[in-house]
């Protein structure tokens, strides 16, 4: 095992701080990528600030304080990135942090601080993180590019699907008639929807066709289950 190796997790920012030190380029692009992740107070603490933070400091999601850093500007933070034009006071902010237990990012050195942030791919519920370690913050640049022509807009809809199909037949009240072990024939029904091309695609149109009620969505959702289950299962049916 390499000893700098990364253990690649997803965090959930909505209702936690994070704190942005530094107001140039790089911070302007952390801080947006913090938006996208449902961050919803960030504050920047930066003697300049770029025009479009500028901006977003007169929503209430930012909260800018144009000044010189000073460590209390990170105690009430839950993740903090030191993205300043000075190296060694990005070391300083991010060993600050560590030693508060803050998650912390440092922009100026892959190997400093408890986390490196990614490229990223978002298509509604999928979410693809590339990293490189720090050897080579372009080359996550351009594979993120890629994956972006792999994987379009579709797998959103292609998610929304599979949730609402996934939500429905690990309900307890769901039962599949001719099973006995009901959670293995359930998860095998599951990965054989996610490799199914045709049933998230129908379930995506009636939910856009949608007009009147929830009805039309459960019902192509059972359809779906049920198409599986003919194909997969002794029985061949599944019902609640
Ligand atoms: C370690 C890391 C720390 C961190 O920031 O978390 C880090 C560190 C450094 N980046 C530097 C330079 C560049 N970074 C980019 C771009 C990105 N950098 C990102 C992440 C990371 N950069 C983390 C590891 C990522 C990994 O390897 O997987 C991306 C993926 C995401 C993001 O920024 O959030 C984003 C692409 C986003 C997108 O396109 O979607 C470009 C290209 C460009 O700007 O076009 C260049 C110039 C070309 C080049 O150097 O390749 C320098 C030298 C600074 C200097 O010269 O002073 C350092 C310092 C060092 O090397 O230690
Ligand atoms: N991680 C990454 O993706 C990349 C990182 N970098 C690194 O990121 C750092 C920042 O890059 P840029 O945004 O382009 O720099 P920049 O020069 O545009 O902005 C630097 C910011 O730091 C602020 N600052 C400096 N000293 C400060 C202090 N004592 N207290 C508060 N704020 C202070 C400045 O006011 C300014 O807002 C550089 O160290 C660079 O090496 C550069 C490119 C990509």
């Not at 030190?21 to 770029?50: N, P, W």
């Not at 599951?190 to 009805?215: C, M, N, P, Y």
Request: glycine share 8%; net charge negative.
């Amino acid at each position: 095992m390499q000893e700098d190796a990364l253990y690649p997790i997803m965090l959930r920012l909505a209702g936690r701080r994070c704190a942005v030190i530094g107001g140039g380029k790089v911070a302007e692009r952390k801080v947006a990528a913090l938006m996208e992740a449902g961050a919803d107070r960030i504050d920047v603490i930066a003697e300049q600030v770029t025009d479009t933070l500028a901006e977003l400091g007169h929503s209430s999601l930012v909260r800018i304080a144009q000044r010189p850093y000073e460590p209390a500007d990170i105690q009430q933070a839950w993740l903090v990135i030191a993205a300043t034009s000075d190296p060694v006071l990005n070391a300083r902010i991010v060993s600050e942090a560590d030693a508060l237990g803050i998650w912390a990012n440092s922009a100026s050195e892959g190997g400093e601080g408890s986390f490196v942030t990614p490229a990223v791919v978002r298509r509604g519920d999928l979410v693809i993180g590339v990293t490189t370690s720090g050897a080579s913050p372009s080359l996550a640049a351009r594979l993120k590019l890629e994956l972006e022509q792999q994987y379009g807009d579709e797998y959103g809809a292609r998610l929304q699907s599979l949730r609402l199909v996934r939500d429905r037949l690990l309900s307890s009240d769901y039962v599949i008639r001719s099973e006995t072990d009901q959670l293995a024939a359930k998860q095998h029904l599951l990965r054989a929807a996610a490799a199914d091309e045709t049933g998230w695609q129908e379930l995506a149109r009636v939910r856009e066709d949608l007009t009147s009620t929830d009805i039309d969505i459960a019902k192509a959702t059972d359809g779906w289950i049920d198409q599986l289950s003919k194909q997969l299962l002794l029985g061949g049916e599944a019902c609640v």
